[in-house]
């Protein structure tokens, strides 16, 4: 275990990665951070992150795309009772896991993670394999363009903590071509980081 997580960290933290999605069996849901809470209970503490609002609507753009997902029923064998609000939960809230991985790589390695639950079957068979392909294709394309959301996210808030102002920003940091932004003003039409899409900065090029 522990040269896997040295392994994992080696791997990691060079590459910068800012979006991760981790794929699991045994139910129908898209999970998000925090796994872990400070009460270390079974099950039933939502486990606030700050960016709380930014892992519901990631999970949310999976979930809203999968046709089993969104119905926030899995009916799986065994748990036909559990259902899913939107078909998302908060990790803690579902069950207490310490030490999971999108916990860590959001806390140690600065990238968003939310963990699919793609299907009742752990391991279905290859039958399956087609049908699964169909209901999370749309999924995983949806969920891929998101990874322009950190940018604008990073970008909207440090504007509106007064971090921008005449700021030197090299977004080869953030995984993107080398270049040199230089940021005049922030404008802003609210406090929802979401609202990509919205001019949020200005450059001087």
Sequence with gaps: MLLCLLLLTCFDFPNRFVLSGNF??????????????????????????????????????YASN?????TGTPNC???????????????AQWYDVQGGMQDYNYLWANCFEVTFELSCC????ASQLDQEWRN??????????????????????????????????????????ARIITVMACGHTGLDPLNIGKEVYWTSN
């Design 66 to 70: 999968h046709p089993i997902m969104k």
């Design 136 to 177: 999370n294709e749309e999924s995983l394309l949806t969920f891929i363009e998101k990874v322009r959301l950190r940018f604008d996210y990073l970008f909207q808030t440090l504007c509106h903590s007064g971090w921008l102002k005449d700021l030197m920003i090299a977004p080869k940091m953030l995984s993107m071509p």
């Design 24 to 61: 699991h069996g045994g139910t129908v849901v898209a999970s998000y951070p925090f796994d872990d809470s400070a009460l270390h209970k079974i099950s039933g503490v939502y486990s606030k992150s700050a960016d709380d609002e930014v892992f519901k609507y990631l999970a949310k753009a």
């Design 77 to 91: 064998p065994g748990d036909e009772e559990e259902t899913f609000k939107d078909g998302i939960t908060n990790g």
């Design 122 to 125: 752990k391991y279905p068979p």
